[in-house]
Structures are given as structure tokens and as C-alpha cells.
């Protein structure tokens, strides 16, 4: 049921998560109104299904996590903190840099992009991290977000010569251009 929870509300955004002309939209920007709200209700039903018994797997925790997002009116009314409590859950059951990626986003969001920053410095040097392409997106996106649009074009920059689809090259270039304009 966690699992089945997790898929509805993840699939449930899927409406939302690119524009007229297919570029990507980031949480931030997406209309919760487009959202397929029938799927999160189903995905919030089911998790509360799931909430029951001793086992706390993964799939609880992330299900967990997909359902704050998907209860918040905005992504500035999102419960970061709780999300970044639920990371260190995550973290306990399933300690990957992936993870710690995540939580050192939601990290950002409840205590400030150089909380973030920190977080995510302390996962790059992984050898899994090295080409990865979001943690170099999340941490240009902190440094623009923490005023250092010198480093955030810099890990922009490197954002795109990692791998990546088209979509999310151009998204990237979207970033890149806003952290190099004044």
C-alpha cells in the first residue's frame, strides 16, 4: 500500500511537471491545480491505508515525503522541516548519496540555501555523485539562491556537460542564463 501510495502521488503531478511546449517545470513553479487531484486523493487515501502496523519500510518514508508535497496549498506552505525529518528517516533505511541529495534540498528550503549547500558539499566528493546531474542543477540552484551567481553558473555550467536529456538541457540553460544576467 506505501508503494502503491508513493506511485499515485508522484503520477499525480505528472500534468504539471512540464509547459505548453514541453520544457520542464520545477516543483516551485508548478499550478497545483493541475495536478490530477482524483490521484492524490487516492494517493492520500492509500497512504493513510498504509499507516498501519509495526513495518516501516521505505516505501513508508517516501510515501511519507510525496504526501507532504501533495497535501501543501503552495510549495511555500510546504512543512520543509518535517520533510527534512523524514529524509533522516529515509537515511536510516536507506542510506544512498541519492538521499542525502534530497534531504540536502528540503534542508535549503527549512533552513537556507547555505544549510543546503553544506549538505550537498558533503555528498559531492561521493564517486557515485561525480556525474550526476541533479547534484550539480541543486547546487547551482543553491549558490543562485544564496546570491553567488559566480558558482551557481558554474555548476550550471557543468550541469551541462553531464548526461542529460534535451529537456533538461535547456531547462539548464534557462538557469545558466538567469545566474549569468543581472
Given at each position: ?17 512540464v509547459d505548453a511546449h ?161
Amino acid at each position: 500500500k506505501a508503494l502503491l501510495a508513493l506511485m499515485l502521488l508522484q503520477a499525480s503531478r505528472t500534468p504539471a511537471r512540464v509547459d505548453a511546449h514541453g520544457e520542464l517545470i520545477t516543483l516551485e513553479e508548478q499550478d497545483r491545480a493541475s495536478w490530477d487531484q482524483a490521484m492524490r486523493d487516492e494517493g492520500l487515501r492509500m497512504f493513510g491505508s498504509s499507516a498501519t502496523g509495526t513495518r516501516l519500510t521505505a516505501y513508508h518514508v517516501e510515501a511519507a515525503i510525496a504526501a507532504i508535497h501533495a497535501a501543501a496549498p503552495s510549495f511555500d506552505e510546504t512543512d520543509w522541516p518535517a520533510l527534512v525529518s523524514h529524509y533522516d528517516d529515509l537515511i536510516a533505511l536507506k542510506p544512498t548519496p541519492v538521499v542525502a541529495l534530497n534531504r540536502g534540498v528540503a534542508l535549503a528550503m527549512a533552513q537556507g540555501p547555505a544549510a543546503g549547500i553544506a549538505a550537498l558539499d558533503d555528498i559531492a566528493a561521493h564517486p557515485s555523485m561525480r556525474d550526476y546531474t541533479p547534484l550539480a542543477i541543486a547546487l547551482g540552484e543553491l549558490h543562485l539562491r544564496n546570491g553567488d551567481r559566480k558558482r551557481a553558473a558554474e555548476f550550471f555550467t557543468r550541469a551541462l556537460d553531464l548526461p542529460g536529456t534535451m529537456a533538461e538541457k535547456r531547462f539548464v540553460l534557462r538557469k545558466l542564463r538567469g545566474a549569468v544576467s543581472s
